[in-house]
């Protein structure tokens, strides 16, 4: 990756949104075109966090992980990705299980590689997944956005104790501020599952789930052979959840094959999913 200079020649800018002093923007690049986010306050918690988001990002080489061009303090260079958000997608209808299984399968095997890398995503949901060309299948899948993530390697947890998140896709243990336990992730990824299979969260009232007020499930979606996985990657209590995401991508494989999903296929070096 390389270091960026404070002004770096961004050509044709395109602004496209600002939220908690982040600027978002398509521009053109060293002749490419990429997807940058600067931050324009000067706030100090803001910098630490839009510095620890950089430096976990940076870290990350995987292929179906977005990570950094070039960084400086206070802006972010990404490839730019068409196609669109998962929630864009979504916004279309549910997916056929075949689909969501699917792309459920490429975000567990991204969070399987953050997960080894001593990382936790912590914001896993539709509108921080992008699909290549707008299309659900595994390989298309790009997580992004580590603005929330836990890092081992990072000896400063910005976010301990604070409610980050959102409400819908955050597990219980998070809403009370734990942080950096894998399996807060593998509930998100069970929320989005259900969110792919339905077009809905499993929770109407999510913030009375989350603070043990009532535990009313709406009825779990898609086909039988899929409702323990999910049953299990929705428990408000960890360990009861599958141990990782390894294990919940082999269960999802499992249900895949019992369903006579097609095999999802290796891409370029990269093996297939299901073993
Ligand atoms: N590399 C990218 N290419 C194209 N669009 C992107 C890219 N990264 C993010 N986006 C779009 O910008 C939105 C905001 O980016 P994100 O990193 O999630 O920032 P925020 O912290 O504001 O949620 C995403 O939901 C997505 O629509
Ligand atoms: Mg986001």
């Not at 521009?27 to 910098?47: M, N, Y």
């Not at 734990?178 to 792919?196: K, N």
């Not at 999510?206 to 039988?224: C, E, I, K, N, S």
Request: hydrophobic share 40%; proline share 9%.
């Amino acid at each position: 990756m390389q270091e960026l200079s404070d002004n770096p020649a961004l050509g044709a800018l395109e602004p496209l949104g600002e939220h908690a002093g982040v600027l978002c923007a398509a521009a053109e690049w060293q002749s490419r075109r990429v997807f940058v986010k600067t931050l324009t306050i000067d706030d100090p918690d803001a910098t630490l966090r839009f510095q620890h988001e950089g430096r976990v990002a940076a870290s990350l080489d995987h292929p179906l992980i977005v990570s950094p061009l070039a960084a400086s303090d206070r802006r972010l260079i990404f490839p730019f990705v068409a196609g669109g958000t998962l929630r864009d997608r979504l916004e279309l209808g549910p997916l056929p299980a075949e689909q969501a299984t699917e792309v459920v399968l490429g975000i567990l095997h991204a969070v399987t590689y953050l997960h080894e890398q001593g990382v936790t995503h912590h914001d896993i949901k539709p509108e921080n997944i992008l699909l290549t060309g707008g299309e659900p299948r595994f390989w298309n899948v790009r997580l992004i956005d580590f603005g929330m993530s836990h890092s081992r390697a990072l000896p400063l947890d910005i976010h301990s104790g604070t409610r980050m998140g959102t409400p819908h896709f955050m597990a219980p243990e998070q809403f009370r501020g734990v942080r950096g336990d894998p399996r807060s992730d593998v509930y998100s990824v069970g929320v989005l599952l259900f969110d792919c299979l339905s077009g809905h969260p499993p929770f109407e009232d999510a913030l009375g789930w989350l603070a043990g007020l009532h535990d009313r499930l709406a009825p779990l979606p898609g086909p039988a052979d899929l409702h323990p996985l999910l049953q299990s990657a929705l428990s408000r209590a960890p360990a009861e959840r599958p141990v990782s995401a390894e294990a919940l991508r082999l269960e999802v494989c499992q249900a895949r094959r019992r369903l006579g999903y097609t095999e999802i296929g290796p891409s370029g070096e990269h093996a297939p999913p299901c073993p």
